[in-house]
C-alpha cells in the first residue's frame, strides 16, 4: 500500500479513507511502508516515519548550527525506518510473529493480565489499606473522602474533554460536507465566495495576480432536452472531472457555481498562464467528444470561459474580479461560444478561437 490515492476519475481519496475502503473490500494481508497507514488496515513493514526522519535531518542541523561543517558530517546511509506491525492484524491474517525480524515494533499488543489491570489492582489495594485505617483514624476518612471526590471531578473533566474532541471531530466532518457540490464533488458556491474573498484579503498588496476562470456549457438547455436530465448530469459530472484534472496546483480552487457554470479560483496566477490554462480545459472538453446533436456550435459538447486577472488592493472586492470575468465569458458566448476571453480591467480583451494556441 503506498501514496496512490485516486479513483478511476482522478478524484484524490485521503489515505486514512482509501486505506479503510481497501482493508473492508479484501481478505488477503496488506503491507505498507507509512507510518499513517499503520493502526487503520496494513499489517505493517518496514514503516517510514516523518517524526523519525525529522528528527534525524534535526540533529544534522544542529551540528551544522555548532559549527561542524558540512564535509565534515557522515552522510546518512541508513534510513531512520523501521520495521512496525499491527499485532491485530499479525493474528487476522495468521502472519508467524517468530518470522518477524528480532528489532521489529508490535502496535496493540494485548497486555498480560497484571499490566492490563495494574492501576486498577493498585487502586484496590490503597482503597482496602484506606477503609481499614478509617476504623482508627477519622482523619484518614476524610482525608479519603475529599480524595474520592477529587477523583471524580477529574474523571468528569476527562470525560467531557473527551465528548469535546468527539462533537469538534464531527462538526469538521460537517463543515466539510457543507462545502462540497453533491453531485460533482467539487467545491460550492459557499466555499467559492469563502476562498475567493480570503485569497482577494491574502494577495492585497502584494503586487500578486489573482485570477479567475468562470466557464459555461454552451446550449446546455438543448442538451438537457435533448437526452434528458440525467445525462444532463452525466455531462456535468465530465465538465467537472476535466477541470480538476486540468487544474492541478493544491492551491487551485475548482468549483460549480450553479446549474452548468463552474469557476477556478488562481491564486498568483498571472493573465497568460490562466488563458492557457482556460484553453486547456476548453480543449480537454472539446476531447471528451460528448454528442451534443442540438448544440449550432459543435457536434459535440463545448464550453465557453471568460477570464480574469487583478492585482488585489485593500479596496478590492469580490464583485471587482467576477465582472469583468463574466464579461468575459459574455464576449466568449457573442463571438460564436466554444472559446477563452480574457478581460482584465482598463486592458484589451484576448480572444482564443478554437485551433489557435494560447
Not at 488477503?28 to 496494513?42: A, E, N, Q, R, T
Not at 555548532?66 to 523501521?82: C, E, F, I, Q
Not at 472538453?285 to 477570464?307: F, K, N, Q, W, Y
Request: glycine share 6%.
Amino acid at each position: 500500500m503506498l501514496t496512490f490515492n485516486r479513483d478511476r476519475n482522478d478524484n484524490f481519496i485521503s489515505y486514512s479513507e482509501g486505506i479503510e475502503m481497501i482493508s473492508r473490500s479484501t481478505s488477503v494481508p496488506i503491507y505498507g511502508s507509512w507510518d499513517f497507514y499503520l493502526g487503520k488496515g496494513i499489517i505493517g513493514g518496514r514503516i517510514t516515519s516523518g517524526y523519525l526522519q525529522g528528527r534525524a535531518a534535526a540533529e544534522m542541523a544542529l551540528k551544522a548550527l555548532n559549527g561542524t561543517r558540512a564535509g565534515d558530517m557522515a552522510v546518512l546511509r541508513k534510513s531512520p525506518a523501521r520495521y512496525m506491525f499491527d499485532y491485530k492484524y499479525l493474528e487476522h491474517n495468521k502472519v508467524d510473529m517468530s518470522a518477524l525480524p528480532d528489532d521489529a515494533v508490535i502496535i496493540n499488543r494485548p497486555q498480560a493480565l497484571y499490566e492490563k489491570y495494574k492501576d486498577q489492582l493498585i487502586s484496590i489495594t490503597f482503597l482496602s489499606l484506606t477503609i481499614a485505617l478509617i476504623l482508627l483514624w477519622k482523619y484518614i476518612r476524610q482525608k479519603s473522602i475529599i480524595r474520592a471526590k477529587q477523583a471524580v471531578a477529574s474523571e468528569l473533566e476527562r470525560s467531557v474533554r473527551e465528548r469535546t474532541k468527539s462533537l469538534e471531530i464531527a462538526n469538521g466532518k460537517l463543515e466539510r460536507l457543507s462545502n462540497v457540490d453533491g453531485l460533482t464533488q467539487l467545491f460550492n458556491r459557499r466555499y467559492f465566495d469563502k476562498v475567493l474573498n480570503r485569497e482577494i484579503k491574502r494577495l492585497a498588496g502584494s503586487s500578486s495576480y489573482l485570477s479567475l476562470i468562470i466557464c459555461d456549457i454552451d446550449q446546455f438547455k438543448q442538451y438537457n432536452d435533448a437526452y434528458g436530465h440525467l445525462a444532463g448530469d452525466d455531462c456535468i459530472r465530465a465538465i467537472a472531472s476535466v477541470m480538476q484534472q486540468c487544474s492541478r496546483r493544491v492551491s487551485d480552487i475548482v468549483a460549480r457555481y450553479g446549474g452548468e457554470e463552474f469557476c477556478v479560483i488562481l491564486p498568483t496566477t498571472g493573465p497568460d498562464a490562466a488563458l492557457a490554462l482556460a484553453e486547456s480545459i476548453r480543449q480537454g472538453v472539446e476531447s471528451r467528444a460528448i454528442p451534443h446533436c442540438a448544440s449550432t456550435v459543435a457536434d459535440r459538447v463545448s464550453i465557453s470561459l471568460g477570464v480574469t486577472s487583478i492585482m488585489p488592493n485593500e479596496d478590492t472586492t469580490i464583485a471587482d474580479i467576477i465582472m469583468p470575468a463574466d464579461k468575459a465569458l459574455y464576449e466568449s458566448k457573442k463571438a460564436g461560444r466554444n472559446r477563452s476571453t480574457l478581460k482584465i480591467a482598463e486592458c484589451e480583451s484576448a480572444t482564443r478561437t478554437p485551433g489557435l494556441p494560447a
